[in-house]
C-alpha cells in the first residue's frame, strides 16, 4: 500500500505564493509516477503537474511558468511552488502516484 498525505494549501491573495508538500509512504519504490491534481467546484478533476516514469517534469499549458514541481528522494516527498496565483486556480489539489493513489487533497483558495 502507499499513503499520501498532502500539505501546505490555505488562503493567499491573487499574485501570491503557495508551496504544497507531499508525503508518500509505505511500497515506495521511486517518486517518479509522482504528480498534482486539481478540482475545482463543478469541474472535472485535471492534471496540473507530473513526475513522468523516466523521471521528467510534465506541466499543463496553463500552469506553465507559473507552477514548479521538484522532488526530495530522500524525503519521499513531491513540491508544488506555485506562483503568479490567480483566482481560477482555486481549487483542491491532490497528490497522486502511478495514477492509482490519491492523497486527501489540500484545499487552495485564491482572492481577486
Known amino acids: 500500500q502507499v499513503q499520501l498525505v498532502e500539505s501546505g494549501g490555505g488562503l493567499v491573495q491573487a499574485g501570491g505564493s503557495l508551496r504544497l508538500s507531499c508525503v508518500a509512504s509505505g511500497r515506495i519504490f521511486s517518486i517518479n509516477g509522482m504528480g498534482w491534481y486539481r478540482q475545482a467546484p463543478g469541474k472535472q478533476r485535471e492534471l496540473v503537474a507530473r513526475i513522468t516514469n523516466t523521471g521528467t517534469n510534465y506541466y499543463a499549458d496553463a500552469m506553465k511558468g507559473r507552477f514548479t514541481i521538484s522532488r526530495d528522494n530522500a524525503k519521499n516527498t513531491v513540491y508544488l511552488q506555485m506562483n503568479s496565483l490567480k483566482p481560477e486556480d482555486t481549487a483542491v489539489y491532490y497528490c497522486?502516484?502511478?495514477?492509482?493513489?490519491w492523497g486527501q487533497g489540500t484545499q487552495v483558495t485564491v482572492s481577486s
Open positions: 497522486n502516484k502511478d495514477g492509482q493513489y
